[in-house]
């Protein structure tokens, strides 16, 4: 058995600096789930981030050997809690919400906020936070923000998340200050209810083969 145990902050941006690659998943039904996350890690994306903090599809995610769970869309304390019962590695939010971070601090979840604005990065900054999540990055600019930003804060790290396709991966992965890119490109909802889980597998592996020919994330 290679699962995943509770791991710390650290050990999560690690996790993350190797994969690069988050695959996002509005999915609620554990076989489903399960068939994915063993799908995805076949085709060297072992990192599941689902699009709501559900105690249940949490647990399916975590029974896969080896798969990094993660939650998106926390927008309040209680689904910080649900997120940390089940067992999710770490958790995400589209935006900056200052009791969901001092709530996540006390409960020991690695959070990475979500941030839009030069203002709201320097606000996490100042909070001695070094991981954010960039959304919606695509609407904010692309890889060309990305890049405007890590210039004023190199020591910030970002995930950046938003309608990302096979086309514009590699655009970010480029960017040493990217620490990982999360889109839902490689769960297609299509894909998912048809079973079609080998070409979920499939998509997963072009994902890796676009990271193999770019530089790897900085260290944070």
């Given at each position: 058995m290679n699962r995943v145990q509770d791991i710390g902050e650290s050990a999560v941006v690690g996790r993350l600096a190797q994969s690069r690659i988050v695959a996002v998943?509005?999915?609620?039904?554990?076989?489903?789930?399960?068939?994915?996350?063993?799908?995805?890690?076949?085709?060297?994306?072992?990192?599941?981030?689902?699009?709501?903090?559900?105690?249940?599809?949490?647990?399916?995610?975590?029974?896969?050997?080896?798969?990094?769970v993660g939650v998106g869309n926390i927008r309040t304390t209680d689904a910080a809690g649900i997120a940390v019962r089940a067992g999710a590695h770490f958790?995400?939010?589209?935006?900056?919400?200052?009791?969901?971070?001092?709530?996540?601090?006390?409960?020991?979840?690695?959070?990475?906020?979500?941030?839009?604005?030069?203002?709201?990065?320097?606000?996490?900054?100042?909070?001695?936070?070094?991981?954010?999540?960039?959304?919606?990055?695509?609407?904010?600019?692309?890889?060309?923000?990305?890049?405007?930003?890590?210039?004023?804060?190199?020591e910030m790290r970002f995930i950046a998340s938003g309608r990302i396709g096979p086309e514009s991966l590699r655009g970010y992965l480029q960017l040493p200050s990217v620490l990982a890119v999360a889109g839902n490109g490689l769960v297609r909802p299509d894909l998912v209810r048809t079973r079609h889980y080998e070409r979920i597998e499939w998509l997963a592996g072009e994902a890796v083969r676009a990271r193999r020919v770019t530089r790897p994330a900085a260290a944070a």
């Open positions: 998943a509005a999915l609620d039904d554990a076989e489903q789930i399960e068939a994915v996350g063993a799908s995805l890690s076949r085709g060297g994306v072992p990192c599941l981030q689902l699009a709501e903090s559900r105690s249940g599809a949490i647990r399916a995610a975590r029974r896969v050997d080896g798969l990094l958790a995400t939010a589209p935006v900056t919400d200052m009791e969901i971070v001092h709530a996540c601090r006390e409960l020991e979840l690695p959070f990475f906020p979500g941030v839009a604005t030069p203002s709201e990065i320097g606000r996490m900054h100042a909070l001695g936070i070094r991981t954010v999540c960039l959304f919606p990055v695509d609407l904010l600019g692309g890889p060309a923000f990305v890049e405007t930003v890590a210039a004023i804060y190199p």
